[in-house]
């Protein structure tokens, strides 16, 4: 599907976008992590898979190599925009009605914690029409709950198309209920996220 000028307006008129992924979606949200311009207006969510109790050095990559300001999401922290948050590891992260992160301890969903489902879910609940929400690569269906919701709230929703994924299980159980509104090659979303906002005429 190509992109046209009702998504880029959507787009452009989303105050935050969510980026969730698993296997085989790293090299991809870092290389988005790059492109980000240093006056993006946007708040940007990351949650990605990893291992339990495994260090990862996946905040001092990105940070090293964002434009953004970019941090890990600590409990009770505000909602800033033009920021990169990064879902730490052994929680789970969600965005409150009164603007700040809360970390939960709570089980595993889909084997998973962070999960992709939980923080979409809560900012659906808080965001409602003004978001835009990425579901990449991914090895198990992690995060299409939560994209279904957001499009239910009139959040904008993608899909990568499987054809261009890594592992196509994430994908396409959001595009099987119907969760993505698009379902988007990696280079159109891509192109899609780097449209500029409008210019004042």
Do not use: C
């Not at 923080?119 to 659906?124: I, L, M, R």
């Not at 609940?125 to 279904?148: I, M, P």
Request: net charge negative.
């Amino acid at each position: 599907m190509a992109l046209d000028e009702h998504i880029k307006q959507r787009w452009r008129n989303s105050q935050m976008l969510l980026l969730g992924g698993s296997a085989g979606s790293f090299k991809l949200l870092f290389k988005l992590v790059k492109l980000l311009p240093v006056d993006f207006s946007k708040t940007v969510i990351i949650v990605i898979h990893r291992k339990k109790n495994f260090f990862s050095e996946i905040e001092k990559l990105f940070a090293e190599n964002s434009r953004m300001l970019l941090r890990e999401i600590s409990d009770k922290e505000p909602v800033n925009g033009n920021t990169i948050y990064i879902a730490p590891a052994n929680y789970h992260s969600l965005v409150e009605k009164e603007g700040f992160f809360s970390l939960d301890v709570s089980e595993a969903v889909w084997y998973s914690k962070p999960s992709i489902d939980v923080t979409f879910e809560s900012v659906a609940e808080v965001y409602k029409n003004r978001v835009t929400a990425v579901l990449f690569s991914g090895a198990n269906q992690d995060g299409a709950e939560g994209l279904l919701k957001l499009r239910q709230g009139g959040a904008l929703t993608i899909a990568q198309d499987p054809a261009d994924a890594e592992m196509t299980e994430m994908p396409q159980s959001a595009i099987d209920m119907h969760a993505a509104e698009y379902v988007l090659s990696t280079n159109d979303i891509f192109e899609l996220l780097q449209t500029p906002p409008d210019t004042p005429s």
